[in-house]
């Protein structure tokens, strides 16, 4: 019986140029009467104050980086209050159909709150409902991603953001701050390399989950951080031949994050599952590892979760890579 390989290092891929899909997607470009001097780290949007490249209803605040509120690169953000939604239409405009990511930031509207307001994301073909629970880094901000939909041929695509709210008393509501969008065309995965497994090194992805220029990857130019504990992960399914033997490559390692301690990892292929340890000083190292499992059908499941809890000396959650 021949024996088929699955691995996960670098696959070819096709992507397309994420410049220029939405207007003013950092809000940096200034408001048409903000006086970019002012010391007010909230101002509410009306007819006279609007974001360029977007509309809004509701209560929208534009919102500048101080002492109330940091966000990313100290700038300028967008919090979408009580009925608050923001949009702006782009075209998807390549002659192939495409996947389009969209990346943001989220931060705390306030202090002191009952509740924090989600912020819903939708496009023609999805709506997602994100809420800013737990800071798992350093900063006070979390980034997200979302996959938006397909389309192509000069299609018109409505991007909305807005709030939405739980508890019944919008006084006592931290409402959702929201920045850095990056919106990604993503163009067909090609399988490469005789890899099985489509994105296997998590090179395409909608920013990117850490990438080499910053953390330590063991091949490539990103990877997979699993930082929020126990029974967390990745998962995803290939079709194989039903009957044959296939070996599933991997590397486990730490990101260079100070993140110190023994990783334990469970993976499954099917109906096989197995679990690999890997003791981290946190200076950045990986090790490759393999398992041999049979596709007991034509669908075959594959998971990587991590058993481990792990912080830093800074108390930043942190855990094992995986590429």
């Known amino acids: 019986m021949k024996l088929a390989t699955v691995f996960l290092p670098l696959l070819f891929i096709a992507t397309a140029s994420a410049a220029d899909l939405l207007q003013n997607p950092d809000f940096e ?18 007819e ?9 209803e509701g209560t929208v605040q534009y919102v500048t980086a101080g002492k109330a509120i940091t966000l990313p690169g100290n700038g300028h953000a967008i919090q979408l209050g009580q009925d608050g939604k923001i949009n702006q239409t782009f075209i998807a405009n390549n002659s192939n159909i495409m996947q389009y990511l969209l990346t943001f930031t989220l931060a705390f509207g306030g202090q002191n709150c009952s ?73 067909t995965l090609i399988q490469g390399n005789g890899n099985l497994l489509i994105n296997g090194g998590f090179e395409l992805g909608t920013v990117k989950y850490i990438d080499s220029k910053h953390y330590f990857v063991p091949e490539g130019n990103a990877a997979i951080e699993i930082i929020s504990g126990v029974s967390t992960g990745i998962q995803t399914a290939r079709v ?52 041999t499992f049979k596709a007991e059908s034509s669908i075959t499941l594959f998971s990587f979760l991590s058993y481990t809890t792990s912080q830093n000396q800074e108390q930043v959650f942190c855990g094992p890579v995986i590429d």
């Not at 006279?48 to 809004?56: D, H, K, L, V």
């Not at 924090?116 to 900063?139: H, L, M, R, T």
């Not at 009957?243 to 096989?272: K, R």
Request: glycine share 10%.
């Open 48 to 56: 006279n104050n609007t974001i360029p490249g977007w509309t809004f």
């Open 29 to 46: 470009v200034p408001l048409p009467n903000f006086l970019g001097n002012s010391t007010a780290p909230f101002v509410l949007l009306n």
């Open 115 to 187: 509740t924090n307001a989600s912020i819903v994301i939708s496009a023609p073909d999805s709506e997602s409902v994100f809420s800013f629970k737990q800071n798992y880094g350093k900063e006070t901000w979390e980034s997200y991603g979302v996959y938006l939909g397909s389309w192509g041929d000069g299609e018109s695509i409505n991007l909305v953001l807005q709030s939405q709210i739980i508890d019944s008393d919008p006084n006592s509501t931290c409402w959702p701050v929201v920045d850095s969008l990056l919106l990604k065309p993503i163009d």
């Open 240 to 291: 194989l031949t039903e009957g044959s033997n296939y070996n599933l490559e991997f590397a486990l390692g730490d990101a260079n994050d100070s993140c110190v301690g023994d990783f334990i990892l469970g993976v499954q292929a099917g109906s096989t599952v197995q679990n690999f340890s890997l003791q981290s000083n946190g200076t950045g190292s990986a090790k490759k590892f393999s398992m």
